[in-house]
């Protein structure tokens, strides 16, 4: 339990900051104003804090949970447009909520072809925290497993097509180096899987129109019978099937630059990223190296002690010395796995980003289909109004080898037509008018997730230099110790 | 080979009681007080006092002989280039021809060796060159003589005094009697050496035959027994060896200094052949000044030649001395006499038996574990120098984080470079030092053996004598030669051994702390760094709030 405060993703002294200022200070005129301001808001972190990792608390609670309060008023206006019906409007979101994912455990059951499973379930804990006395009181707890989060994430992407939906931490442990294990029921993967299921419903939380979700708050909520309400929802039938298919690229003739930049840039991001932490994973596995096999020394040390002795004495305790070096790597490259794992959760937002972009590039493939449709539709008629053909066409040679039609048939050619434009603008016009609230929110939403990126990604790079500060210190420490053996022998 | 060996402990003593009056005479010369410190402890090391006769003693100092052979050409060597004062030597060296009657023979060593050594003092051209004020050392010698009279150990002594006072007419050496206190303790006085060598610029020789790589030397020193004060040799990895089995001939039970292995197959030296000979080269360099430093084998006749000699000089030298199957008739006699095993070794060389295999345990492992270091430092150096310069690549797609990202890489840089410092100061300070000490485990039990088979050779006539009664007459004599040659091998190995174990607590705790002085220096500049990073993100951080509050 212990260690859980200062793992979490995204930095915990900034998740820390954005709750107090939420919570504690600001929350009546937090609760006024709109919600992309109150993530912002966020303190610049302070410096001190940042000298030291964040804070241990006992059981994390306080630094897990997050406050998430949620005005009314501003949410029936804004709602509207992504699905009023899912959202709630449940008195519960008045009040301050703490969410935390406390334990792990592993169960076996059935699934559905009744065959025997292992899997870990997570504890969810949501408290409420009373205005009055900042006491937190729970509200609910309940069990979710791994694919229930994978469910309701997959719901989140199909109703929120605009919103770069926060990833999920990994299924199984990538990016390893020899000391960490792949297996997926491993411990310490466990803890961090853990970790990073919690922030990932932090993530949503905070989010300004995500955490109004009422299939979130039942995720939260209701333990039987949730799935079954997400699939009422019937979220996979919207879901577009065009979308799933990976490779698919439709081709877009006028592709918006910023969304082809911006798909540009979550390549770059997750190359980048990938390939940052491969090497990482190789550095932390020569570091290892190093540190341990100084533990050999220990060994040796202290049973030549037994034969030396004017260096007997210097030797066993400089040996000491040894040990203690190589066992403090292993909390040094903790730290850094959760350094990792922060770097790892954008590695899996350059995914959701390029959702957004795919999301975007269908639309106007769509728009530019039915454009194209109506088209050819109004010339087809001005054909027909003028009697010419423009080009050659089936129709023209029907006409040449079967004599022209009658004006009748003509004019209810026309007016059906007419009628398809008519019906084809209208269409054209609401599909351009979904288009551009489409790019609206969707770009408010990427600015929303650039600026937390950049926060998050400062603070990583930040916690990263701490942890190598406190690693030097560390080793100072050690081999000053040693060097003092060394030089009393 | 002028009887470096002994300086008893009644010279320590004595020179600290006379303090005042050495204060006067107290001058000096450099070589005498470079030796003296080992000489000092091997007098205070010696276990019985005055209970060891006293000319064996003297022979340990002289390298515990090497049977008749060498005690003629150790007879005839103090004479030949020393002059006068040999003659003491020259006299030890008869009386321990004559075995056990060594008591007698001490006080005639010491009064020939006294006036000779005075003599030779106060002759100006006693065909040595070295600098020292030989009156008062005269008188040194006499007021010192005086005060030790009684002590069994003087022939020595005066010996050894009048040696040293041949040696000294430096006059620009004053010495302090500090400096002559100084000696008692510790061998750390390196600038007082009178013989230094350099091994450098290797060179590669292509024959049609063969391809080697030679050395040169070059040697400065101020010893009266060298032609000039600087030589200039080239010799090749054989010259080497064949100085350091010249060095154990010699002297079977001293601690010759090891030679780097014909073939180093482990850890960092395969990889190029450039380090290879620059680790070969530092090598060589260190066994020469070993020897250079030892008390002893400092003046052996061959280590002279070999730092002097020309090429075709050397070989022919080569050429001379016991031909290779007389030394395998020796080494099968010994063989066979090791084989039927000791009896009754001492206890205190079981107890050293006992400590060289642990000691080489030990330090076999600790090699292994550093040369482990090493390699995996220097893979986690290769590692980050690629993991900078992916956070530059990221800055070019981050128009908000350029410049952290940028800072990071620049960091990231700058530990690369403190690691890659760290990875040399191993691999100059400890390595070498650790390895050195695995091939000196190698040549510890090599003594050991030798001693062991000498002393065997003495129990097997022993138990001859005891048996058949047939060369009754000649056998006494034999077993005395024996004895007088197990009792010298064992002094010189005991004497030396002291001194070894010293110089190996003094180098393993320097080499030691000096790699935790390199540890703490990489952490401390990584920490610098670091901090710097942090201390600019943070004043940004404050900038930036307080442009947001106005």
């Known amino acids: 339990m212990e260690g859980r405060g200062d793992g979490e993703w995204g930095g915990g002294a900034s998740l820390t900051e954005r709750r107090g200022g939420r919570g504690r200070g600001g929350s009546a005129g937090a609760l006024g104003s709109p919600r992309r301001t109150a993530a912002m808001e966020q303190a610049p972190p302070d410096p001190e804090r940042q000298l030291q990792p964040a804070p241990l608390e006992p059981l994390g609670r306080s630094d897990a949970g997050l406050g998430v309060a949620v005005d009314e008023e501003a949410e029936g206006a804004r709602e509207e447009g992504s699905g009023g019906d899912t959202m709630t409007h449940n008195n519960f979101w008045l009040k301050k909520i703490e969410?935390?994912?406390?334990?792990?455990?592993?169960?076996?059951?059935r699934n559905a072809m009744n065959m025997q499973e292992t899997y870990t379930a997570y504890l969810i804990e949501t408290r409420s925290v009373e205005h009055t006395d900042g006491q937190s009181v729970l509200t609910d707890s309940l069990w979710r497993r791994y694919s229930e989060f994978e469910l309701l994430r997959n719901y989140l992407l199909v109703y929120y097509p605009h919103i770069v939906v926060p990833p999920l931490p990994e299924k199984r442990a990538e990016f390893v180096w020899h000391k960490l294990s792949a297996d997926n029921m491993d411990p310490d993967f466990v803890e961090r899987r853990r970790i990073g299921l919690e922030n990932f419903l932090l993530r949503i939380a905070s989010h300004?129109?995500?955490?109004?979700?009422?299939?979130?708050?039942?995720?939260?909520?209701?333990?039987?019978?949730?799935?079954?309400?997400?699939?009422?929802?019937?979220?996979?039938?919207?879901?577009?099937?065009?979308?799933?298919?990976?490779?698919?690229?439709?081709?877009?003739?006028?592709?918006?630059?910023?969304?082809?930049?911006?798909?540009?840039?979550?390549?770059?991001?997750?190359?980048?990223?990938?390939?940052?932490?491969?090497?990482?994973?190789?550095?932390?596995?020569?570091?290892?190296?190093?540190?341990?096999?100084?533990g050999n020394y220990g060994r040796v040390f202290s049973e030549w002690s037994a034969i030396e002795k004017e260096m007997g004495?210097?030797?066993?305790?400089?040996?000491?010395?040894?040990?203690?070096?190589?066992?403090?790597?292993?909390?040094?490259?903790?730290?850094?796995?959760?350094?990792?794992?922060?770097?790892k959760e954008y590695l899996f937002y350059a995914e959701a980003l390029?959702?957004?972009?795919?999301?975007?590039?269908?639309?106007?493939?769509?728009?530019?289909?039915?454009?194209?449709?109506?088209?050819?539709?109004?010339?087809?008629?001005?054909?027909?109004?003028?009697?010419?053909?423009?080009?050659?066409?089936?129709?023209?040679?029907?006409?040449?080898?079967?004599?022209?039609?009658?004006?009748?048939?003509?004019?209810?050619r026309i007016k059906v037509l007419e009628e398809q434009i008519n019906e084809g603008e209208q269409q054209l016009k609401s599909k351009n008018l979904e288009g551009r609230e489409f790019v609206k929110n969707a770009w408010a939403d990427i600015e929303r997730f650039k600026e937390q990126k950049n926060r998050d990604l400062k603070e990583a790079l930040i916690s990263y230099a701490v942890m190598q500060i406190s690693m030097c210190k560390k080793g100072i420490q050690v081999w000053t110790n040693a060097k003092e053996c060394f030089s009393k022998m | 080979m002028r009887g470096r060996p002994l300086l008893p402990s009644s010279l320590s003593s004595s020179a600290e009681d006379s303090g005042p009056f050495l204060h006067l005479a107290g001058v000096r010369n450099s070589q005498a007080r470079a030796s003296s410190p080992p000489r000092a402890r091997w007098g205070c090391a010696r276990p019985g006092p005055a209970l060891v006769p006293a000319v064996p003693r003297l022979r340990s100092g002289r390298g515990a002989g090497a049977g008749p052979a060498g005690e003629a050409r150790e007879a005839r060597e103090p004479m030949g280039t020393l002059g006068g004062a040999g003659l003491a030597a020259a006299a030890a060296g008869r009386a321990r021809t004559?075995?056990?009657?060594?008591?007698?023979?001490?006080s005639q060593a010491r009064s020939s060796g006294l006036p000779a050594g005075g003599a030779d003092g106060e002759s100006p051209g006693g065909g040595t060159t070295f600098p020292g004020s030989s009156g008062s050392s005269a008188l040194l010698q006499a007021e010192v003589l005086d005060l030790d009279e009684d002590e069994d150990d003087l022939e020595v002594f005066s010996k050894d005094a009048s040696l040293m006072d041949m040696n000294s007419f430096s006059p620009m050496m004053p010495t302090s009697p500090?400096?002559?206190?100084?000696?008692?303790?510790?061998?750390?006085?390196?600038?007082?050496?009178d013989l230094f060598i350099t091994v450098d610029e290797p060179e590669s020789h292509v024959t049609t035959i063969e391809t080697f790589i030679t050395y040169r030397i070059i040697t400065k020193t101020s010893r009266g027994e060298f032609d000039s004060s600087e030589f200039e040799v080239r010799r090749r990895y054989q010259d080497f060896l064949w100085l350091k089995g010249k060095l154990e001939e010699a002297h079977p039970t001293l601690i010759i200094p090891p030679l780097p292995e014909k073939f180093m197959v482990k850890g960092m030296v395969e990889r190029f052949n450039d380090d290879f000979i620059e680790t070969r080269?530092?090598?060589?360099?260190?066994?020469?000044?070993?020897?250079?430093?030892?008390?002893?084998?400092?003046?052996?006749?061959?280590?002279?030649?070999?730092?002097?000699?020309?090429?075709?000089?050397?070989?022919?030298?080569?050429?001379?001395?016991?031909?290779?199957?007389?030394?395998?008739?020796?080494?099968?006699?010994?063989?066979?006499?090791?084989m039927r095993g000791v009896k009754n070794r001492p206890e205190e060389f079981m107890e050293m038996n006992n400590f060289i295999e642990l000691f080489s345990q030990k330090i076999n492992l600790i090699d292994k574990i550093s040369q482990r270091i090493y390699k995996e430092e220097r893979e986690y150096f290769d590692e980050l120098k690629e993991y900078g310069p992916i956070h530059i690549l990221w800055s070019a797609s981050e128009e908000d984080l350029v410049d952290i990202l940028k800072d990071v890489a620049s960091c990231i840089d700058r530990c690369c470079k403190a690691t890659e410092k760290r990875m040399s100061g191993l691999a100059e300070a400890l390595l070498p030092v650790v390895h050195e000490y695995v091939l000196y485990s190698e040549m510890l039990m090599g003594v050991m053996r030798r001693r062991d088979q000498i002393q065997a050779e003495l129990d097997s006539k022993v138990e001859a004598l005891t048996y058949k009664k047939a060369d009754a007459d000649l056998l006494p004599e034999e077993i005395g030669k024996l004895e007088d040659k197990v009792e010298c091998a064992n002094n010189a190995l005991k004497a030396d051994w002291e001194r070894w174990k010293q110089n190996m607590q003094n180098d393993i705790k320097l080499a030691f702390t000096d790699m935790a002085e390199e540890n703490i220096h990489y952490y401390e500049q990584c920490l610098a760094t670091w901090e710097s990073f942090l201390t600019s993100q943070t004043n940004l951080h404050l900038e930036e709030a307080s442009e947001d509050k106005p």
Request: charged share 30%; with cysteine; glycine share 6%.
């Open chain 1, 208 to 294: 300004p129109i995500l955490c109004r979700d009422k299939i979130f708050y039942l995720f939260l909520t209701q333990e039987g019978n949730w799935k079954e309400t997400v699939n009422e929802t019937g979220f996979q039938l919207k879901a577009d099937s065009r979308l799933k298919a990976l490779n698919a690229t439709f081709r877009v003739k006028n592709p918006d630059k910023r969304f082809t930049d911006l798909k540009h840039y979550s390549d770059e991001l997750q190359s980048v990223i990938s390939h940052l932490l491969r090497v990482r994973a190789r550095v932390a596995d020569r570091l290892y190296g190093v540190y341990k096999v100084h």
């Open chain 2, 281 to 338: 080269r530092k090598a060589l360099h260190k066994f020469l000044n070993r020897i250079a430093d030892h008390p002893t084998l400092t003046f052996n006749e061959d280590f002279k030649i070999f730092l002097t000699a020309q090429a075709w000089e050397l070989s022919s030298h080569k050429k001379q001395g016991p031909g290779l199957l007389s030394r395998m008739g020796q080494t099968v006699r010994a063989v066979a006499s090791s």
């Open chain 2, 98 to 106: 004559l075995g056990m009657e060594g008591e007698r023979r001490a």
């Open chain 2, 178 to 193: 500090l400096s002559m206190i100084n000696q008692i303790k510790f061998e750390d006085e390196p600038d007082l050496k």
């Open chain 1, 99 to 109: 969410i935390s994912v406390s334990e792990a455990e592993k169960r076996t059951g």
């Open chain 1, 354 to 412: 390029r959702a957004v972009c795919r999301k975007h590039e269908l639309m106007q493939y769509d728009l530019e289909i039915a454009a194209q449709d109506l088209a050819s539709k109004k010339q087809q008629c001005e054909e027909l109004a003028t009697g010419t053909v423009r080009t050659f066409s089936l129709k023209g040679m029907t006409t040449k080898l079967f004599g022209q039609e009658t004006p009748e048939q003509r004019e209810a």
């Open chain 1, 313 to 343: 004495d210097g030797l066993q305790s400089a040996g000491h010395h040894m040990d203690v070096y190589a066992s403090s790597i292993d909390d040094i490259l903790e730290d850094e796995e959760h350094y990792a794992d922060q770097l």
